[in-house]
T-cell receptor, first 116, second 114 residues
Framework: DTGVSQNPRHKITKRGQNVTFRCDPI?????LYWYRQTLGQGPEFLTY????????KSRLLSDRFSAERPKGSFSTLEIQRTEQGDSAMYLC??????????????FGPGTRLTVT | AQSVSQHNHHVILSEAASLELGCNYS??????LFWYVQYPGQHLQLLLK??????LVKGIKGFEAEFIKSKFSFNLRKPSVQWSDTAEYFC????????????FGKGTHLIIQP
């Protein structure tokens, strides 16, 4: 499968712990996005990268959230000092900007976080 | 700021019925519009998109949508639904060149009864 992959698929953690999620985009895609989805809601945009540059981070939910894409390939999303309200599905998407795909975002399967 | 409103959160139809799912957006500038679908147990995938040109766009699996700028709407339609269309449908919008983060509606859960 050459689509967007995310690891882990499920994460259970205790309140106050730090967690890190990984996203591997489609290999030639230069943009990578992170979203959060809670039950009964659509995905909520958090941040995105053009290669290794983070172009938007004001939508990150708090300063406990951070994301990196150090080499312009995979990305990590870290949540520090998790709270129960952080329980959600975290989605990653990628796109090829400048290509012929019309900027369609391809989504991964998500990482489901449960904070106990 | 952009926002997207989907009017129907749950829709139940019989096979062969016609479908129309409403989507309205709030944004004063140039927008790009999308419909995504999530089948049970699967990833979000793109059904169709509008960037410019013909306001009636056709997507995969017989779906189409019409952009009506004066109504800020982008409703999704299908003339005859199938049981396999059971899924969650999301309308989304972004601005500018179409490569920014998407703003999604809350989604419509569609159930097709055989």
């Amino acid at each position: 499968d050459t689509g967007v992959s995310q690891n882990p698929r499920h994460k259970i953690t205790k309140r106050g712990q730090n967690v890190t999620f990984r996203c591997d985009p489609i290999s030639e895609h230069n943009r990578l996005y992170w979203y959060r989805q809670t039950l009964g809601q659509g995905p909520e945009f958090l941040t995105y990268f053009q290669n290794e540059a983070q172009l938007e981070k004001s939508r990150l939910l708090s300063d406990r959230f951070s994301a990196e894409r150090p080499k312009g390939s995979f990305s990590t999303l870290e949540i520090q000092r998790t709270e129960q309200g952080d329980s959600a599905m975290y989605l990653c998407a990628s796109s090829l900007v400048g290509g012929q795909t019309g900027y369609e975002q391809y989504f991964g399967p998500g990482t489901r976080l449960t904070v106990t | 700021a952009q926002s997207v409103s989907q009017h129907n959160h749950h829709v139940i139809l019989s096979e062969a019925a016609s479908l129309e799912l409403g989507c309205n957006y709030s944004y004063g500038g140039t927008v790009n519009l999308f419909w995504y679908v999530q089948y049970p147990g699967q990833h979000l995938q793109l059904l169709l998109k509008y960037f410019s040109g013909d306001p009636l766009v056709k997507g995969i699996k017989g779906f189409e949508a019409e952009f009506i700028k004066s109504k800020f709407s982008f409703n999704l339609r299908k003339p005859s639904v199938q049981w396999s269309d059971t899924a969650e449908y999301f309308c989304a919008v972004n601005s500018g060149g179409g490569a920014d983060g998407l703003t999604f509606g809350k989604g419509t859960h569609l159930i097709i009864q055989p």
